[in-house]
């Protein structure tokens, strides 16, 4: 009895620590004939993620995006799928972050982590669909989570690094709409 209150002590204590990975808020806005997301993310790293990020393995967000239309009879009715793609690496000689949005190419250069950090976690006027697509009147769910993993080695080095906590995956965040 004693020994698995320590156990279930112990885990409580460990996920106290880990930092929280998240969706903290989200919402789509129609602007220009293009519904737009914004949203608010939370992107605690673990230790051995920092040190591998620190030490020139890059790490990439990825922000997976789903609109999909309710029917009754009938399964859901996909409309739309959105995944954006950013890479964050250190590049030791300039000392500075690298955030590079993967889907365009543009990037930009970060003096500490927790800015650029910060900078991925505010998602702006993010070209989500054509307001064509979507029915006036009809209701819509967006659906949106966003996974962390390491970049930039094969595969089969990635397996070999199976106990660490390199990957990170947020529940989906799901919201209604009605155009």
Avoid: C
């Avoid at 020994?3 to 002590?9: G, I, M």
């Avoid at 070999?160 to 947020?170: G, I």
Wanted: hydrophobic share 45%.
């Amino acid at each position: 009895m004693v020994l698995s209150w320590l156990a279930v002590a112990a885990l409580a204590h460990a996920q106290a620590e880990e930092p929280r990975f998240g969706i903290r808020n989200a919402f789509v806005e129609p602007r220009g004939g293009v519904w737009q997301l914004n949203a608010i993310l939370e992107l605690g790293l673990s230790r051995a993620a920092e040190t591998a990020l620190e030490e020139g393995v890059p790490l990439t967000l990825i922000l997976d995006t789903e609109v999909s239309r309710g029917r009754r009879f009938l399964p859901d009715e996909n409309v739309a799928e959105l995944q954006q793609r950013w890479q964050l690496g250190y590049d030791g000689l300039a000392q500075r972050y690298v955030v590079v949005n993967q889907n365009s190419g543009a990037q930009a250069a970060y003096a500490s982590l927790g800015e650029a950090l910060d900078a991925l976690a505010r998602i702006r006027e993010l070209p989500l669909l054509d307001e064509s697509l979507l029915q006036a009147g009809r209701r819509y769910e967006v659906s949106l989570r966003a996974t962390l993993e390491i970049g930039g080695l094969p595969e089969a080095v990635k397996v070999l690094l199976f106990w660490r906590e390199w990957s990170r995956v947020t529940d989906w965040y799901t919201w209604s709409v009605r155009p």
